[in-house]
């Protein structure tokens, strides 16, 4: 077999320092990637811009929305506003990254939601929920959305309701109850010729409803034969379609920067052409957004994690306690290895599921919901290390750590709860043909 080197080192990756030539005792020091392979010019530019962002832009507005009630959050002169002008200016859309090779997306995509989630969680989801709606009529090419909502409108996806949360993210119904029923939906659009009218409300969870200005709705369908949740429609609202309506911003623990509350829905009527996966596409359309949304976490909470072991890194070689920084302190220093190894693993498999799904045919969902379980109990238990470093300090809201605590803690619920996507993937993962 001829094996030609060239090939398998990416060129100027190898540093070729035989092991004699090594300090006599050998030392590496990792940057904010960790072990990571070369990059490309592409990629290291982006992530020095985007960890510029998250930190001059991200970080000072997380901490201050943080502080502030969530009607506050969303008031003419808040912060938020400040942020979504500074994030427009990133050109971060998803038409920009669809421009890409799925190669060069897939690797890419990670990198930037990583650092944007080292900046804050809840702004991190704002983005998220902004590239939903033209993210969809681009994949599902409706060229009458892609021209009649531009990207730069703040967006919203809707999909769970007061009385279906996990249900409406288990539309296959691989993880019902054997002797449950779905019952009533609370949101339906009745689908009648070319007219849809959309009545109900989605829950008061909807990331960035309260400010947005078109929603990607998935709901019920009625086509003639009564609601069908199973067979449903994904479309896109316009949020100042007659109509539509906005529940007050949910006051909550964590994710505070991140704006939530309902839509309602009181006879709303659009034409077909706000459609984006109708009934017999509607499981398609979840799958996608599902693998897309769970991903996406995987990548955000992982750059959560990193911030918070980052925190606590510094903190334990300046805290001195016996006379010495903590960190020479052999639990303190096994504390923080574990910290990183749990960062490194969840980082390294968030970015390996962005690359597979963004080149494979079809985006494999069991692996996306792995790295989201993975991303945020990592960085909910990292968080949780890392405010027991910090000791009494890291109770109290004068350092940042309480906040990424209660952050990641909101994670592990938000885009399905962890169990029950566990339960989904497990299910997602039987062979029939090993049967
Ligand atoms: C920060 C955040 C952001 C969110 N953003 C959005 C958004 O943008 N859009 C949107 O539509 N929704 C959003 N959500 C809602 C989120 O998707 C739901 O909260 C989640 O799906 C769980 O639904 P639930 O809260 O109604 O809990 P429930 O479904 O009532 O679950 C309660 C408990 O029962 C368990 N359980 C339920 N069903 C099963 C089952 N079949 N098997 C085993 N255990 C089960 C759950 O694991 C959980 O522990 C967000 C939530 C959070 C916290």
């Not at 803690?409 to 029939?432: H, T, V």
Request: negative net charge; contains cysteine; aromatic residues 8%.
């Amino acid at each position: 077999m001829h094996v030609d080197s060239e090939m398998l080192v990416p060129s100027g990756a190898r540093q070729d320092v035989p092991p004699f030539n090594w300090p006599s005792a050998p030392k590496v020091k990792l940057g904010a990637t960790g072990a990571d392979s070369e990059m490309s010019d592409l990629e290291r530019e982006m992530q020095k811009n985007l960890h510029a962002f998250a930190e001059k832009v991200m970080r000072p507005i997380g901490a201050q929305l943080d502080r502030m009630s969530a009607e506050d959050v969303v008031a003419a002169d808040s912060p938020y506003w400040r942020y979504l002008d500074e994030l427009r200016a990133m050109e971060l859309s998803p038409r920009v990254f669809l421009e890409l090779s799925p190669l060069e997306r897939g690797r890419l995509f990670p990198i930037v939601l990583v650092e944007m989630g080292w900046g804050d969680g809840g702004l991190s989801i704002i983005y998220g929920a902004c590239s939903l709606p033209p993210l969809m009529a681009l994949v599902f090419n409706r060229r009458f959305l892609i021209e009649r909502f531009p990207d730069s409108l703040r967006g919203c996806w809707a999909i769970t309701e007061p009385d279906h949360g996990s249900d409406s993210l288990d539309v296959s119904r691989q993880a019902f109850h054997a002797m449950g029923s779905y019952g009533r939906p609370n949101c339906v659009a009745t689908i009648r010729g070319d007219k849809v009218v959309i009545n109900g409300q989605k829950s008061a969870w909807v990331s960035n409803a309260p400010t947005a200005e078109v929603c990607v709705l998935y709901c019920a369908a009625d086509t003639g034969s009564g609601a069908d949740t199973a067979n449903g429609v994904c479309m896109l609202v316009p949020m100042d379609a007659p109509g539509v309506s906005r529940g007050r911003p949910l006051e909550k623990i964590g994710q505070r920067a991140l704006p939530q509350g309902e839509v309602y829905f009181d006879n709303v009527e659009l034409n077909t052409d706000y459609v984006v996966a109708g009934p017999e596409d509607f499981q398609r359309a979840v799958y996608f957004i599902h693998s897309e949304a769970n991903a996406q976490m995987a990548c955000i909470w992982t750059g959560v994690a990193r911030a918070a072991y980052e925190m606590a890194f510094e903190y334990a070689h300046q805290r001195k306690q016996g006379g010495v920084p903590i960190i020479r302190h052999q639990a303190v220093a096994s504390r923080l290895f574990h910290m990183y190894r749990k960062v490194e693993a969840s980082r390294a498999l968030a970015r390996r599921v962005c690359l597979y799904n963004h080149t494979a045919a079809i985006p494999a969902l069991q692996s996306a919901m792995a790295a989201k379980i993975t991303g945020t109990q990592t960085a909910f238990e990292v968080a949780s290390e890392a405010l027991q470093i910090f000791g009494g300090n890291g109770l109290t809201r004068e350092y940042p750590i309480e906040k990424l605590l209660r952050d990641a803690r909101a994670s592990m619920i938000e885009d399905g709860c962890n169990d029950l996507l566990a339960i989904k993937a497990g299910f997602n993962m039987i062979d029939p043909d090993l049967f």
